[in-house]
């Protein structure tokens, strides 16, 4: 069955590329004529691994081709994912799967709402890429994908395409936990990264901010029914702190490029949840309305 990946930027051109290689039917859906037009002047997708550049002319498309969709791997942001998936709604059929990579949470749910038909697919990963230029992908760290269904525990068929193409994963019973967990860690330390402006590793000067984030953090957990995901959990914070000491985070990279951020999906979603089930985060809720004002005062979006 023909993969059909929506959204050539890194994680989403760097499974296109290894699914690719390996010799897995698939092809990249493109958002506008224009963009269509680069991608085949580029001659497809570049992706850079261990300083070896290997060009892929994967197939691309426009989202208003008429070829029916089976699987769909969407790759773009949390903002965007909603309205890309609408773009090829009439191509999707019953049973269709839809694959989301998305950060944070929320809007893999809406989509599952809005696509009931559809088994949707959510995904954690912590693979290292970034867009060098244009259509070039570098492939800077390795990770693991974890991949899961809320609806059905059952493990698709189709991780075989996954192992053959050298993609790392596993089919995780409980995806919401990994989910949780990922977004409690992403929410401790990407706003602060941006408020303090700096690298990971300089947030170790905020020690207890850190730990009261951590509380309110674990605290919603174990309200959303997500009590493993709250285990360790300033623990896990300070050692993603220390491994990932010289980096900036996702978010204050976007910040310093002027780009929107996943706020709502993030910090946003956990207030949003917190307000929901009634627990008291102060914490949250201070360093939400401090990173709007910040987002608000460099004309960025505050959603």
């Known amino acids: 069955m023909t993969w059909h990946v929506l959204g050539a930027g890194s994680l989403g051109g760097l499974w296109a590329t290894r699914l690719s290689r390996a010799g897995v039917p698939l092809r990249l859906i493109l958002r506008n004529q224009q963009r269509l037009a680069d991608y085949q002047s580029a001659g497809g997708l570049a992706l850079t691994e261990e300083g070896e550049t290997s060009l ?14 089976r699987r769909l791997l969407v790759a773009c942001k949390a903002y965007d994912a909603q309205a890309a998936v609408a773009e090829v709604s009439l191509r999707l059929r019953s049973g269709t799967e839809i694959l989301l990579l998305q950060n944070g949470l ?36 390795r990770g693991q994908n974890w991949l899961g269904d809320p609806m059905n525990p059952n493990a698709p068929a189709w991780l075989a395409d ?33 408020l303090h402006d700096c690298r990971n590793g300089e947030l170790l000067a905020h020690r207890e901010q850190l730990n009261s984030l951590c509380k309110d953090l674990a605290h919603l957990l174990r309200a959303c029914n997500q009590t493993e995901a709250a285990v360790g959990l300033e623990d896990e ?34 207030c949003r949840a917190a307000l929901q089930h009634g627990v008291e985060a102060p914490g949250l809720a201070r360093l939400l309305e401090q990173l709007r004002a910040f987002l608000q005062l460099r004309g960025l979006p505050t959603d």
């Open 56 to 69: 892929y002319p994967v197939p691309a498309e426009l989202p208003d081709a008429t070829t029916p969709i």
């Open 162 to 194: 996954m192992e053959k193409a050298q993609i790392p994963h596993v089919w995780n019973r409980d995806i919401m936990s990994k989910l949780w967990r990922k977004l409690a860690l992403n929410c401790a330390i990407n706003p602060m990264s941006v």
């Open 106 to 141: 929320g809007s893999q749910q809406a989509i599952a709402e809005r696509w009931p038909d559809c088994r949707c697919i959510f995904i954690s990963s912590t693979e290292g890429a970034y867009r060098q230029s244009g259509f070039s992908i570098v492939h800077a760290g």
């Open 237 to 270: 914070v300070l050692r993603v702190i220390e491994a990932t000491a010289s980096n900036y985070s996702s978010m204050h990279q976007d910040v310093h490029n002027g780009r929107r951020t996943e706020v709502s999906f993030l910090l946003g979603h956990a």
